[in-house]
């Protein structure tokens, strides 16, 4: 007999294919379309295992921080992808996450909603070592996408170099050789026109 436990488990795996269906503002490097959401939280996922030495915490737990990235996307099913740099839609940002968070974790049963509401929360405060690593890679991905298609979501009105500095700056602290390389990368934009000083 199927519990119900295992009912909900699988109507939220069900529902959570959907992220492949969420599109963002970032292009794949080969064909120039639109990246998706799952395959941001795969690419991150992979990001966290091979970059992890360049953590300044050398005890970061990377499993765990496998599993916020894998999540931390999936509330824009209900949320929707908010451009990083889109100031009006940042407005009302977090009140439709946390909405779309309750919304689709609480389809879990009680245990698995709070782990993974915790772990969610966790990345969107980024105090702990776990998940500021988590957002470095989260930053520095589609900073990757745009040097490799000669910035191509920096080619919008507004966007500068002080503004992608701004958005990578946990990285500062928290990963500064990768910070350095952050840094290299944005300077050679500059230097061959694909972001604005």
Not at 3 to 18: A, G, L, N, P, Y
Not at 23 to 49: C, F, G, K, P, Y
Not at 90 to 95: A, S, T, V
Request: charged share 30%; proline share 3%.
């Amino acid at each position: 007999m199927i519990s119900e436990r295992m009912e909900k488990q699988i109507q939220f795996i069900v529902t959570i294919d959907e992220l492949k269906n969420i599109t963002r503002q970032s292009v794949t490097i080969r064909d120039r379309r639109h990246e998706n959401d799952a395959e941001h939280s795969w690419h991150l996922a992979v990001m966290a295992m091979i970059l992890s030495e360049y953590a300044e915490d050398k005890n970061v737990d990377v499993f765990k921080v496998i599993k916020m990235v894998l999540i931390h996307d999936l509330v824009e099913i209900y949320a929707g992808d908010t451009y990083c740099y889109d100031e009006k839609g940042y407005e009302d940002k977090d009140e439709r996450e946390q909405e779309a968070a309750d919304r689709l974790f609480n389809m879990l049963p009680e245990d698995q909603a709070q782990k993974m509401m915790a772990l969610w929360r966790e990345f969107e405060e980024m105090e702990t070592e776990e998940a500021a690593y988590a957002a470095t890679l989260d930053r520095f991905q589609p900073l990757l996408l745009n040097y490799n298609t000669e910035g191509h979501t920096w080619q919008r009105p507004g966007i500068t170099s002080a503004k992608v500095l701004k958005r990578t700056a946990v990285a500062k602290a928290r990963v500064p050789q990768l910070y350095e390389y952050i840094e290299r990368l944005i300077q050679s934009s500059i230097e061959r026109g694909f972001l604005k000083p």
